[in-house]
Nanobody
Framework: QVQLVEAGGGLVQAGGSLRLSCAAS????????MGWFRQAPGKEREFVAS?????NYADSVKGRFTISRDNAKNTVFLQMNSLKPEDTAVYYC????????????????WGQGTQVTVSS
């Protein structure tokens, strides 16, 4: 049984920063991929970033967001800087062994999501 619990969401002004965390329990190995996805109101869920042996970022967040992990604590982080109103969404953590890191259907484990709201 794998559980993922996100934290760190909230309300921030444009240009501000937030740091999300995702604590994993159960059978998540340090070699497994962990990713962040987000879903804005009225839109489909989209890939944000992932980390395994390499890093992957969506073009929309490159240079602003940084994904990292602490294997000792089985936790992955998403540092979000220079936030924009269009970053407003529910952010989900995912874990698994996807063939393609940005394909959400290839992640079997998901957290409940945390709301990020960026005001203009």
């Amino acid at each position: 049984q794998v559980q993922l619990v996100e934290a760190g969401g909230g309300l921030v002004q444009a240009g501000g920063s937030l740091r999300l965390s995702c604590a994993a329990s159960g059978r998540v190995l340090s070699t497994d991929s962990m990713g962040w996805f987000r879903q804005a109101p009225g839109k489909e869920r989209e890939f944000v970033a992932s980390i395994s042996w390499s890093f992957n970022y969506a073009d929309s967040v490159k240079g602003r967001f940084t994904i990292s992990r602490d294997n000792a604590k089985n936790t992955v982080f998403l540092q979000m800087n220079s936030l924009k109103p269009e970053d407003t969404a529910v952010y989900y953590c995912a874990a698994g062994r996807p063939r393609s890191a940005n394909v959400q259907s290839q992640y079997p484990y998901w957290g409940q999501g945390t709301q990020v709201t960026v005001s203009s």
